[in-house]
C-alpha cells in the first residue's frame, strides 16, 4: 500500500493547484510578447539581453561554444560514433526518422507534429488538458507524436556541428524548432498534454542552446522564442505535476524537468524556485520510488535505466546550479549504478524485464541499442568515483563528454581499471538475483509483480529467468511489442506464457484488470535459499499466485549453476493437493535453432555455443515472439513442457552448455 504521504501530498497539487490551473488556462496559454517574456529576468531591459543570458547559461554549463574545439578533439576517441552520427544528422536534414521500430520514415517537408504516422491518427490542436490520448479502441500510438517530439535528433545536429562547421545543421535545428512552435501553441495539442513528455523535450532544447547558440544563421528573434516557449513549459510542468495514486517515473520525470529548467532560468527568481521545487521532489521520490538495493520499484529493467537517467541528469544540472543534493541521495544513487552494471550481460546486453518504450532522456549515440545501458555506467563511475562501474565500458562512452564535459572524460580515464570478473549479485528488496559464471549470466526474478502489487508496468513473471551464456542470450523474456495501440498484444506479451516460468490449470499470475494493471497481486514472493559459493550458486523461491485457485497451489522453483561445466539444473514445485496442469515455458533467441533429441531433449544452438536441454517431462516446439524492442517483434522458438498430475508434483529441467560443434558431435552419437 502506498504511504499516507502520497495521500496527503496529493491535496495541494492533485486537488488544487491542477485544476484550478487548467481552469485558468482551459483555451490555452497566450504566446508571450518579447517585452513580456523578458520581463521576467533582472537584465530584460538590457540592449545585450541574448548575450547576458548565454554568458549565464555558459556559467552554469560546460556545454559551452567558447570550448568547442576542446571537445571536438574529446569525441574524437570515438570514430564510429562521430560516422553515426553525422549519419544520422543527415537523415534528420532530409526529414526521415525512425521512431519507436518504424525504421527510417520519410515525413515530407512540412512535419505533422500530431499524428501517428504508423495509423495515420491525428489528434486536434485543441487545449491539451482536454484529450483523450489513450483511445484503446482504435489502434493508434500517442507514443509516436510524443517521442518524435523529445526531439533526441538535436543531439546529432548539434554534434554534427560541432565536428563539422556546417551550417546547414544548424539551419536545419532552426526549421525543425520553428516549425514545432508554429504547430504547437502553448498548451494546444497533444505535445503539451504530458507533463513528463515536456519535460524531455525541454532537457533537449536546452542542450540545443548550447550547440546552437552563435550560429549566424539563427537570429536573436528566433531564440527568445525558444526560450519563451521553454519558459511555458516549466509552467505546464510545474502546475500540472503527475502527482496520481501511485507516483512512478513521469512525477519523477516533472521533478528533473523542473530542475533542468531551473537551472537554465537561473538568473530569474521563478526559475530559481522551480529548481527547488524539483529538487525536493526527486530528494523524496529517489527513497520512495528505489528501493535501498537500487531497484526501481516499478520492476521494469528499461524503467529503471529511464529513471536512473533522470535522476543523474538532475544531479549534475545541480551541481552546476547549487545547491546540489543531499548525501542520502547519492547514497540511494549509487546502488542503482550497481544493479545497471549487474543486469549488463557479457555482449553489453540486458534481459528484457517487463514493459520497456525506449524511453531516454538524452540520445548522444545514435547507433546504440535500446537494450545496451553502459552509458549510465560510464556516467555512474564517474559520478560515483567507482572503477567497478568502468569495468563494463573501460573506453568510455560518448554520453560522458556531453554531460561531464572534458573534465569528467579526465576523471574517467584516471580511475584505476578493474579486470576482475563480475561477481554474482542479490538484490533482495527489487526481487532480483544475477548468477554469474564464465562468460554466463542468468538473470532471476523473485519479487512481486511490480508497482506495489498494481502492476504498473510489471509483468506475470514471477520466478522467471534469462540465460546467457558464450553464443549469446539463449533463454529469453518476450519483452514488451507496444501499448495502446495494441492493448491484446500488451497483454500477451505480459501474460505468464510469455515468461520463462510456470503456468497453472492455463490461468494467469494475477489476473488483469486493464492495460497496466492487475486484479490483485497475490504472489508473495520470498526466497527460501541462496547460497554462492566459488564452485556453485543455489537459488530457491515460490510465490503463492496460484493459491487462489481451486485447491490452490504454491509454486517453488529450485535454480542451481554449477560455474566450471556451465551446468543449471531448475527444478519446478507445485506444494498443494488436487490434480493440476503445470505448464513450464523457455522462450528461445530469434537466432537460436532447435534440434530434437527426444521427446524431453533438444539442442539449442547460438553463435559458437549450444545448450543441451534435458527435461522430466515431454517438450513441445512452438512459434511465439519476442520483442527486442518497442515497435519490433520477431519469430523465435518457444520450449512448453507440460505436466498434468496430482500435487505436489515436480518438473526437473537440465541446461548444460557446449561448444556449437562438440553439441553436433553429440547430437550424431546419440
Known sequence: MPDLGVYLGAVRPRLLERPVWRWRHRGGLPEFTPEAFRSRFPYGGERDFLARFAAGYAARYPLARVRRAEYVAALGRWPSVIEAVLAAADQTCRHEFDVLGSGPVALGAAIDWHRDFKSGRTWPRDPAWRLDYTNLDEPSDVKVPWELSRFHFIAWLGQAYWVTGNERYAEVFGELLKSWLDANPPGLGINWAVPMELSIRAANWIRGFGWFHGSPRLSGRFWERVLASLWRHGEVVRWNLEYQRRLN??????????????????????????????????????????????????????????????????????????????????????????????????????????????????????????????????????????????????????????????????????????????????????????????????????????????????????????????????????????????????????????????????????????????????????????????????????????????????????????????????????????????????????????????????????GEGALRIRCSAPMEIERGWVAPRYGIRLEAPVLRIRIEDDAPLELTTHIEWLPAGEGRDRQEDA
Request: charged share 25%; hydrophobic share 40%.
Open 249 to 606: 517515473n513521469h512525477y519523477l520525470s516533472n521533478g528533473m524537468g523542473l530542475l533542468v529548467m531551473g537551472a537554465f532560468f537561473g538568473d530569474t527568481r521563478t526559475g530559481r524556485a522551480w529548481a527547488a521545487r524539483g529538487r525536493r521532489i526527486l530528494e523524496r521520490e529517489i527513497r520512495r520510488q528505489v528501493h535501498p538495493d537500487g531497484v526501481d520499484y516499478e520492476k521494469s529493467v528499461s524503467y529503471h535505466r529511464l529513471v536512473l537517467e533522470c535522476l543523474y541528469v538532475a544531479l549534475l544540472d545541480a551541481e552546476a546550479m547549487g545547491p546540489g543534493f543531499s548525501p542520502g541521495f547519492g547514497e540511494r544513487l549509487e546502488p542503482m549504478f550497481e544493479f545497471v552494471a549487474a543486469y549488463t550481460r557479457p555482449d553489453g546486453s540486458t534481459p528484457l524485464v517487463s514493459d520497456a518504450d525506449d524511453s531516454r532522456v538524452f540520445r548522444f549515440s545514435p547507433a546504440d541499442p535500446p537494450t545496451d545501458h553502459r552509458h549510465a555506467l560510464a556516467v555512474g563511475s564517474v559520478i560515483c568515483r567507482r572503477s567497478t562501474l568502468k569495468r563494463a565500458v573501460p573506453d568510455g562512452h560518448v554520453d560522458l563528454l556531453w554531460l561531464l564535459g572534458p573534465a569528467g572524460l579526465e576523471t574517467f580515464d584516471r580511475l584505476a581499471s578493474d579486470s576482475a570478473e563480475p561477481s554474482t549479485r542479490a538484490f533482495p528488496q527489487g526481487g532480483y538475483y544475477v548468477m554469474r559464471g564464465p562468460d554466463c549470466h542468468t538473470f532471476l526474478d523473485a519479487g512481486e509483480i511490480g508497482f506495489d502489487g498494481d502492476a504498473g508496468h510489471g509483468h506475470n513473471d514471477t520466478l522467471g529467468f534469462e540465460l546467457y551464456a558464450p553464443g549469446g542470450a539463449f533463454i529469453v523474456d518476450s519483452g514488451t511489442y507496444l501499448y495502446t495501440s495494441d492493448p491484446a498484444a500488451h497483454r500477451a506479451f505480459a501474460a505468464t506464457a510469455a515468461h520463462n516460468t510456470v503456468r497453472v490449470d492455463g490461468r494467469e499470475i494475477a489476473e488483469f484488470a486493464g492495460l497496466w494493471h492487475v486484479v490483485e497481486d497475490r504472489t508473495a514472493p520470498r526466497v527460501l535459499e541462496w547460497v554462492t559459493t566459488p564452485e556453485e550458486d543455489r537459488w530457491t523461491a515460490e510465490h503463492r499466485g496460484y493459491a487462489r485457485l481451486p485447491r490452490g497451489v504454491v509454486h517453488r522453483r529450485s535454480v542451481r549453476f554449477e560455474r566450471a561445466p556451465r551446468r543449471w539444473t531448475i527444478v519446478d514445485s507445485l506444494l498443494g493437493s488436487g490434480r493440476h496442469l503445470a505448464e513450464g515455458f523457455l522462450h528461445l533467441s530469434p537466432l537460436a535453432v532447435v534440434e530434437r533429441r527426444g521427446p524431453a531433449e533438444v539442442l539449442v544452438t547460438l
